[in-house]
């Protein structure tokens, strides 16, 4: 869990998982393009890579082989974890 | 200075002839014997006496790894401009043509990616009319 929190604390690795959240299944290639055209964001395709391992290694992305290409897809499951440790009951005022 | 040629490694090139004729619809501009393969280029029916495209065999063995890595992280070998990138992606797609990217709004355009069956990916771009209205300016 220590892992996720780290994984979050990163502004380009969050807008990773808002990328891959709206469309799932994307390779590398494409994460560097989307980050770049709808971002901003000149990273170096080896710094994305990184951001990308230390995200999976905290179970927030997963990758499948298809065929000759890696693509890359986004596991909220632990993110269910962090609710499920502090959930956010809606407070009801009566 | 111009460009005249550009070339793309192919697995078999009878077969990429087959394919980038048949299936993306460019013309066979050269088929020259050369041993056992061929000077074969194609050129766009849209630019009859554009740049060619030279088909080229992936026999040497720096090729396939070359290739290998490129395909792994899903960086395409060429680029292709299309007027109508959704037009493109259903006709391809409806002739069985993978795409590993389909058609996705990158800002300033609208890009694609599909698996040429002969060892690279290629990508479609249809630019926005806008942003090439403004890079006029």
């Known amino acids: 869990m220590v892992d996720v929190f780290r ?9 990773v998982l808002d990328e891959l959240s709206a469309r799932d299944g994307q390779t590398l290639f494409e994460i560097c393009s989307v980050l770049a055209m709808r971002h901003g964001l000149s990273l170096t395709r080896q710094a994305i890579s990184q ?8 179970g927030l992305v997963e990758t499948e082989r298809r065929g000759r290409s890696k693509f890359h897809y986004f596991n909220p499951e632990p993110l269910a974890e962090i609710t499920g440790r502090w959930p956010t009951r809606k407070r009801t005022e009566q | 200075m111009k460009i005249a040629l550009t070339s793309l490694f192919v697995d078999d090139q009878r077969a990429a002839l087959a394919f980038y004729t048949e299936v993306l ?10 041993g ?5 280029t194609v050129v766009s029916p849209e630019s009859p006496d554009g740049p ?27 680029q292709f401009a299309v007027d109508d990138i959704e037009a493109e992606h259903a006709r391809l797609t409806s002739k069985g043509v993978v795409f590993t990217q389909p058609p996705t709004d990158i800002g ?3 890009v694609a990616v599909f698996d ?3 060892g690279n990916l290629i ?15």
């Open chain 2, 123 to 137: 990508q479609l771009i249809e630019m926005k009319p806008d942003e090439n209205h403004a890079d006029a300016h």
């Open chain 2, 108 to 110: 300033t355009a609208f």
């Open chain 2, 52 to 78: 060619e495209l030279l088909l080229e065999p992936a026999g040497h063995p720096a090729v396939k790894p070359y290739r290998d890595a490129l395909a792994e992280d899903g960086i395409p070998l060429a």
């Open chain 1, 51 to 58: 951001h990308l391992g230390v995200l999976e290694s905290a």
């Open chain 2, 36 to 40: 056992d393969d061929f000077w074969l």
């Open chain 2, 116 to 118: 040429d069956t002969c």
């Open chain 1, 7 to 15: 994984a979050l604390d990163d502004e380009t690795r969050r807008l």
């Open chain 2, 25 to 34: 619809g460019f013309n066979k501009r050269h088929d020259i014997p050369l």
